[in-house]
């Protein structure tokens, strides 16, 4: 008599169920194709072709990123749809400030026991980020692993790589003088949530109550997706209306402007060019946060900076008005090395 022996499926891994999974996502993934795309889901790798997307001397450029513990109010109110939008967004708006086309995006999402409706539900989310962005979801890894996490998280990383042609980078040409510009933000974004986790266990609220700001619950406010700059900004990159791009994320518009200004250059920012949203005066206010604080944790309102030559303003504003987004004109690069702030946010 042969005893029965264990199966992976008894340590706790399900092969099938991670099948399946790969099959309800394939329609989703197919709708992110562009050209390049050689191969869909299911191979040992994922393929695309640089010259039929129409590279002569491409450079590569690649960029990796999560979502950090946005992720936990996710899992908590089980609204997970929009999060795979974030993973995409905080790769691709780094990838477009190098002056690349993101081209393609893979995914890692890691859980110990895989819940088909939820993994669906995020990897749609991430195809949806892929659409915005004309970026291609070409593959990705879904880990199943007992005992590392428990039960209902899961973690994600999104890895996405872009091109442009030899000569067309950016930063490029950033001088004493140029304009800088602001571009509106969906909210929080993707950065800083440890901090807003903190700030919502103070005030005595739960994901599921009011919002204190504007409609809906806490946790759904919170949980806006963060926006995708893509399309505008290789449209005013195209039209050479740009000198530089910064994606403001952690480090906010102090931590993140210094990275694409050369040395002996610095911003000079207007703080009463925009008004702060309510989302950010509420933490400020719920949490006592310092404006200095609030500008070096939190976008404040300002996902994305742009800078051109005063003459090229126009065209930038335009490429970015043209897909919905709001922009503002926020301050000017100067001499100087530390990054001066004018007026009061708060």
Not at 141 to 148: D, R, S
Not at 166 to 173: A, D, F, I, S, T
Not at 207 to 212: F, I, L, R
Not at 261 to 270: F, K, N
């Amino acid at each position: 008599m042969t005893k029965n022996g264990l199966t992976y499926s008894d340590a706790g891994v399900d092969i099938d169920a991670g099948n399946a999974l790969v099959e309800r996502i394939k329609p989703a993934a197919k709708r992110t194709g562009r050209s390049g795309v050689m191969a869909g889901l299911g191979g040992f790798g994922g393929l695309f072709d640089l010259k039929a997307a129409g590279y002569v001397d491409p450079v590569l450029v690649a960029a990796t990123d999560g979502v950090g513990t946005k992720l936990r109010i996710a899992i908590e109110t089980g609204n997970v749809d929009g999060i795979g939008i974030d993973l995409v967004a905080m790769c691709v708006n780094d990838l477009i400030c190098q002056g690349a086309e993101p081209l393609f995006f893979l995914d890692y999402f890691a859980t110990g026991k895989l819940d088909l409706d939820v993994a669906e539900a995020v990897i749609k989310g991430i195809a949806k980020g892929c659409e915005l962005a004309d970026c291609a979801l070409i593959g990705g890894e879904t880990a199943e692993m007992p005992g590392m996490y428990q039960a209902g998280d899961f973690d994600l990383a999104g890895f996405a790589v872009g091109a442009m042609e030899r000569g067309n980078h950016l930063p490029k040409e950033v001088r004493e003088g140029d304009v800088i510009l602001g571009v509106a933000s969906d909210g929080i974004h993707s950065n800083g949530y440890s901090l807003v986790r903190r700030i919502v266990e103070m005030s005595g609220l739960g994901w599921e109550d009011d919002c204190p700001w504007g409609a809906g619950t806490l946790g759904a406010a919170l949980l806006q997706p963060t926006r995708i700059y893509v399309r505008p900004a290789s449209a005013a990159h195209h039209a050479q209306a740009v000198h530089a791009y910064a994606h403001i994320t952690g480090g906010g518009l102090t931590e993140n402007l210094p990275r694409i200004l050369p040395e002996g250059l610095t911003a000079e920012i207007d703080l009463n060019a925009w008004t702060l949203p309510p989302i950010f005066a509420w933490l400020a206010k719920t949490g006592g946060i310092a404006e200095p604080e609030m500008l070096k944790t939190f976008n404040c309102g300002v996902g994305f900076a742009i800078i051109c030559a005063p003459e090229a303003k126009g065209a930038a504003i335009d490429a970015f008005k043209a897909s919905g987004d709001k922009v503002f004109e926020i301050g000017r690069v100067i001499a100087g090395d530390d990054i001066r702030y004018h007026g009061a946010l708060l």
